[in-house]
């Protein structure tokens, strides 16, 4: 039996849509004022501007992940990181939701836990939903 269980996540259209928007105005941006003068100080502020672009967009696509270990749930997503035991959860539900968490579509999975003794709430947005419930259940309850 597998002790870890990794699920990515699903990437929402609108998150697509926002770096797609995104892309098209830097580039676009650049192809306009290519033609002034100071094409070094522009080089620099694009390439300053694409950086950006991956770790704020890219990275996160590229990096966010939900893993279900014997004991706990791991949530990585950019440089956000949670570790949540399955003793303190309290309910798991699905839910659409445009709110900003560690998920990357609108179709989320919500986690109410326990955290040093405050009720809190996370969403995450697993590709394989369903699946991830199920197996999530199967590990709070044992």
Do not use: W
Request: aromatic share 14%.
């Amino acid at each position: 039996m597998k002790d870890n269980s990794v699920y990515r996540s699903k990437v929402g259209i609108m998150y697509f849509l926002v770096a797609v928007i995104i892309a098209v105005i830097l580039v676009g941006s650049f192809l306009y004022i290519s033609g002034d003068g100071n094409t070094v100080a522009i080089f620099i502020a694009y390439i300053i501007a694409a950086i950006l672009y991956y770790f704020v967009l890219i990275h996160p696509v590229l990096n966010t992940k939900y893993i279900l270990q014997a004991d706990r749930l791991l949530i990585h997503c950019g440089i956000y990181k949670n570790e949540i035991a399955f003793q303190e959860i309290l309910e798991v539900y699905k839910k659409k939701s445009f709110r900003r968490y560690p998920a990357l579509s609108e179709q989320m999975v919500f986690i109410k836990y326990k955290n040093c003794g405050v009720t809190d709430l996370v969403g995450i947005s697993p590709k394989n939903r369903d699946e991830f419930m199920q197996e999530l259940q199967k590990k709070i309850q044992n």
